[in-house]
C-alpha cells in the first residue's frame, strides 16, 4: 500500500504526480499547437485520494490509466507525422523498451517461478499474445522470447528497437561523408544485440547492459537534435556574439 501511494503522489522524479506535472509545464509552453480534448486531459487534476485503502487506490490508478490512454490514442490518431512525431513516438519507444528491461531483470532471472513469470507478461501486456501462441504452460525461454525479442509483438523490446530504426532514419544527418554518428553508432550496438541474441543469453546482466545503452541512445539523441545551453549554441555554430 504505502510503495503504490508512493508511486502515485510521491515527490520522486518517476512518481505519477511529478510526471503529470511534468507533462503540464510541458503542454502549457506549446497550448496552442494542442487540441482541446488533449489540453483537458493534460490539465485534469490527478484523482483524489478517498482513502488508503487497497480498494481506493486501485481506482485512482485505473482513472490514470484511462486518462494516459486516451492521450496515447490522440497522439495516434490525430497528431500529424512531423518530425516532432517522430521524437514524440521515439520517446514512448525508448520509456517502452527501458520499462521492459527493468522488468525482464526483476520478474525473468533463471530463478523465475511461474508467478514471476505471469507478472512479467501482464506488465508487458502479454499475457494474451502468450497464451494464443504457446498450448503448454509458463516456461522462462518463451516468456523471455515473447517480451524482448519478438518482432511481431508491439510490446516486446525488438519491436520498440525497429520503430525507433525506422524514425532515425527518416531524421537528417548533420554529415555527408557516410559516417554513422554517435547517436546512430550507439542505436547500432543495441540492434545488433537484439538481433544475435537468445532467450537463454537475457540474463540480468546483458538486460541491465541493454537498459544502459538506451538510457545513452536517449541522451545521445537530445545532444544531437535539441540544443543544450551554451553548449548547444557551440556546437551548432551559434552565438550570440
Known sequence: ????????????PASVATLVRNA???????????SAD?????????????????????????????????????AAENMGRTAGWRFHDMGRRMERALWACRM??????????????????????????????????LALEPVRDLVTLDPYNPRSI????????????????????????????????IEAVIRTAGAESLDGQVMLGLENMLSELSNAISARFFLQGNEGFRMSRMTLA
Request: contains cysteine; glycine residues 6%.
Open 104 to 137: 525482464v531483470r526483476l520478474f525473468g532471472g533463471k530463478d523465475a517461478s511461474a508467478d514471476d513469470l505471469s507478472t512479467l507478461l501482464d506488465l508487458c501486456d502479454s499475457q494474451i499474445s502468450y497464451r494464443a501462441r504457446y498450448l503448454v504452460g
Open 24 to 34: 503540464r509545464t510541458i503542454a502549457s509552453v506549446t497550448r496552442d499547437r494542442l
Open 38 to 74: 488533449v489540453w483537458r486531459l493534460v490539465d485534469a487534476p490527478l484523482p483524489k485520494r478517498a482513502s488508503d485503502d487497497a480498494e481506493s487506490t486501485l481506482a485512482r490508478a485505473i482513472d490514470l490509466q484511462e486518462r494516459f490512454s486516451a492521450l496515447a490514442g490522440l
Open 158 to 189: 525488438a519491436y520498440q528497437v525497429d520503430r525507433i530504426s525506422t524514425h532515425l532514419k527518416a531524421l537528417p544527418a548533420l554529415h555527408d561523408d557516410g559516417m554513422d554518428e554517435p547517436h546512430v553508432s550507439l542505436f547500432h550496438r
Open 1 to 12: 500500500r504505502e510503495l503504490a501511494q508512493l508511486a502515485l503522489d510521491g515527490d520522486g
